[in-house]
């Protein structure tokens, strides 16, 4: 399997040998991402990373894993900045740019605006987002963390039941990890949201099509009672139409530790693509769950560093090579990252 000068679009193009190779070579990248290890790599390669809209995790976490595999990283951020506000194309941009580095990374307010940026360019153009449409690499990074916590292997969450919470309509993230849960058999999606944020019904039919469970229900408690694995989301405010009628709804679908303990069965596991949209309290999941072990929340994000390092390797073509220019990183890091941390860094 060669995932060498892919574009990585969309979680459509991945089946389950394509998840488990990047997987495998995620879990090589573990000492790496925990600091113990550095590694040469992709020495002389750049990354571009154009990135569009807001982002402080995806544009951080994609320049932190290029970096950690020895390559370098330029990026510009907004439309202000970029020759994109003097009128210039993506297929321009996206030739230009081409002759600077070896990989694209694109987050874009327009659905399919990174795909016509793949199509200008032979370089691989890995998607960071585009619009409401798709998140791959999120979707990849949840998937790995939803398997860890869970201590399964991609291709065995048969059974489980997951609960995507919030904003299912406009969030691309959660159409991106259900579609890529969905090479899995037999899932029980619980979707607990208001009706107008409800999963896209072409998306619901499609998990049905192929074999899972999908329930709807406007009740949050009634959507935590049995799930293995909460995904809770923010109401994307910047891609809602004028005029949506939302008053109330944030702190209908918060899940705080009082409402955990009161309905989720001990042991289900809280995951969000974050950010929380922490202006009102309590947020899609409160501040009082911060030393919650369930809380997954930052592991997910650590794991983004693995992750994305072993989908640059394999689009560049160096994922067993890694190890060969491998040593010892001797600088100071913490056991813990955060001061709430219920376990040492990616275990
Ligand atoms: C998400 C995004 O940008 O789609 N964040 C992320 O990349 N982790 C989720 C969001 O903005 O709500």
Request: hydrophobic letters at 40%; glycine letters at 8%.
């Amino acid at each position: 399997m060669d995932f060498a000068g892919e574009h990585v679009l969309g979680v459509d193009q991945f089946d389950l040998a394509k998840v488990e190779r990047l997987f495998e070579v995620a879990d090589r990248m573990l000492p790496y991402a925990r600091r113990e290890r550095i590694t040469r790599a992709l020495e002389g390669a750049v990354c571009g990373n154009l990135f569009f809209e807001p982002s402080t995790r995806s544009r951080l976490s994609f320049g932190a894993a290029f970096n950690r595999l020895g390559g370098h990283v330029r990026e510009t951020t907004g439309f202000a900045f970029s020759s994109m506000a003097k009128g210039e194309s993506i297929h321009d941009t996206s030739r230009v740019v081409s002759g600077y580095v070896d990989v694209l990374v694109v987050r874009h307010p327009e659905e399919g605006a990174v795909a016509e940026f793949a199509a200008a360019t032979r370089i691989p153009v890995i998607n960071g987002g585009d619009g409401p449409g798709e998140h791959p690499t999120q979707a990849l990074l949840d998937y790995y963390t939803l398997c860890r916590e869970r201590e399964l292997r991609p291709g065995s969450l048969s059974g489980a039941t997951i609960a995507v919470v919030g904003d299912l309509k406009y969030g691309r993230t959660v159409h991106s990890l259900t579609k890529l849960l969905a090479l899995e058999n037999d899932i029980r999606f619980v979707c607990a949201a208001p009706p107008q944020l409800q999963l896209p019904d072409a998306l619901v039919a499609k998990l049905r099509e192929r074999g899972h469970r999908v329930e709807q229900t406007g009740d949050l408690a009634d959507g935590l009672r049995e799930a293995d694995v909460v995904y809770a989301t923010r109401i994307q405010q910047e891609r809602l139409p004028a005029g949506l009628e939302l008053e109330g709804v944030q702190e209908r679908f918060a899940i705080d530790a009082a409402l955990y303990d009161r309905v989720c069965r001990p042991g289900t596991v809280l995951m969000h693509p974050l950010p929380r949209d922490s202006r009102n309290d309590p947020n899609e999941l409160s501040n009082d769950l911060n030393r919650h072990p369930a809380l997954a929340i930052f592991r997910q994000t650590d794991y983004g560093i693995p992750v994305r390092m072993a989908l640059f390797a394999l689009v560049l073509g160096v994922a067993d090579e890694v190890d060969t220019t491998a040593r010892e990183a001797r600088w100071y890091r913490p056991e813990r990252f955060g001061p709430h941390d219920t376990r040492p860094m990616l275990t």
